[in-house]
């Protein structure tokens, strides 16, 4: 069982910077892969980006690549997501999440197994 919290979110102006960060707890947390997934208003919860269990494998959605860095620091048992570049169609609940799939995507079979309950980010024009 994973516990995640997301923090950081907030309101900021389009070319501007976040940084979130999503703090674990639980078993195992360096076994697992970590993902941000969005969801903005009247639209489905989409992919952000994702990092296997070490950190050596990051991936992301096109709209993100070259803006959004995803890390972990196992140690710590936290992952985070740097997000620059920001645009106001990056407005959206932002949510942390987990699976023990080797990477995490929303389909089958890397569907996340953990959630965060969300932090807003508002980019405004």
């Known amino acids: 069982q994973v516990q995640l919290v997301e923090s950081g979110g907030g309101l900021v102006q389009a070319g501007g910077s976040l940084r979130l960060s999503c703090a674990a707890s639980?078993?195992?947390?360096?076994?697992?892969?970590m993902g941000w997934f969005r969801q903005a208003p009247g639209k489905e919860r989409e992919f952000v980006a994702a990092i296997n269990w070490s950190g050596s494998v990051t991936d992301y959605a096109d709209s993100m690549k070259g803006r959004f860095t995803i890390s972990r620091d196992n140690a710590k048992t936290m992952v985070s997501l740097q997000m620059n570049s920001l645009k106001p169609e990056d407005t959206a609940v932002y949510y942390c999440?987990?699976?023990?799939?080797?990477?995490?995507?929303?389909?089958?079979?890397?569907?996340?197994?953990?959630w965060g309950q969300g932090t807003q980010v508002t980019v405004s024009s």
């Open positions: 639980g078993h195992s947390f360096s076994n697992y892969a």
């Open positions: 999440a987990a699976n023990f799939k080797g990477t995490i995507r929303a389909y089958f079979p890397y569907e996340p197994e953990y």
